[in-house]
């Protein structure tokens, strides 16, 4: 999400981080619409996530810190603080200064990110044009049935590998299992309203790693 800095003290940067935050607080927000306290919960780490994420990435490198006072000289790196330096995959590859290796990471990394944000707009779209008295089981919901929660899975991956902190890596397993949670819970209450048409959906439809091909060609079978 930014360029190359190979020197000098890279952070400090509050009116960064509070752009880049709400930037993608709008972006989210434009696509996920968290209603029930259960699901504001959910969205309430993923919040904390993308807090803590832009913190460390461009206000205090915590992490970093921490590091370095554990590693002292054996730290691979002798600029720590440079914005390059942040991308710890690279540095404890001997790579943090390789501009080839940078790019390679950020076509990697925000490919996976700006894929999770496509892949949310796509299942909102569905939903936003769905009355409700219908299950929706067209367009992406034909290859996996919660395009929402895997994108933003995709989004916190991309940020994992791209920029790795202690506080993101503790709080990911966390949200995972929220959202496996939160999963499960919206799917009682489609069973609930959509009885037997639900239960065929989503025996033929996986939940999160997507089939595809087949999806479509499945429900299409049902409705027949």
């Known amino acids: 999400m930014?360029?190359?800095?190979?020197?000098?003290?890279?952070?400090?940067?509050?009116?960064?981080?509070?752009?880049?935050?709400?930037?993608?607080?709008?972006?989210?927000?434009?696509?996920?619409?968290?209603?029930?306290?259960?699901?504001?919960?959910?969205m309430g780490l993923f919040i904390g996530f993308l807090a803590a994420l832009f913190t460390e990435m461009y206000g205090f490198p915590l992490t970093i810190y921490l590091l370095t006072s554990w590693l002292g000289s054996n730290y691979p790196v002798l600029d720590p603080f440079s914005h390059s330096s942040g991308h710890l995959v690279l540095v404890f590859l001997g790579l943090s200064h390789s501009t080839v290796a940078m790019s390679v990471l950020h076509l990697i990394t925000n490919g996976i990110i700006f894929f999770g944000i496509y892949i949310i707009y796509l299942g909102w779209k569905k939903i936003y044009h769905a009355t409700g008295e219908q299950l929706v089981t067209d367009g992406i919901?034909?290859?996996?049935?919660?395009?929402?929660?895997?994108g933003m899975m995709l989004i916190t991956i991309g940020f994992l590998i791209q920029w790795p902190t202690i506080i993101t890596l503790a709080m990911w397993p966390i949200l995972l299992f929220l959202y496996y949670r939160?999963?499960?819970?919206?799917?009682?209450?489609?069973?609930?309203?959509?009885?037997?048409?639900?239960?065929?959906?989503?025996?033929?439809?996986?939940?999160?790693?997507?089939?595809?091909?087949?999806?479509?060609?499945?429900?299409?079978?049902?409705?027949?």
């Open 2 to 42: 930014h360029g190359v800095d190979y020197g000098g003290y890279a952070y400090g940067f509050w009116t960064t981080v509070l752009f880049v935050f709400l930037v993608f607080m709008f972006i989210v927000f434009s696509y996920v619409k968290p209603k029930e306290k259960f699901e504001w919960r959910s």
């Open 141 to 150: 919901y034909a290859h996996i049935r919660h395009p929402q929660y895997v």
């Open 182 to 224: 939160l999963s499960k819970y919206e799917e009682k209450k489609l069973a609930a309203k959509f009885g037997q048409e639900f239960y065929e959906y989503q025996a033929k439809v996986p939940a999160i790693i997507p089939q595809i091909g087949r999806g479509k060609r499945e429900i299409n079978k049902v409705s027949e």
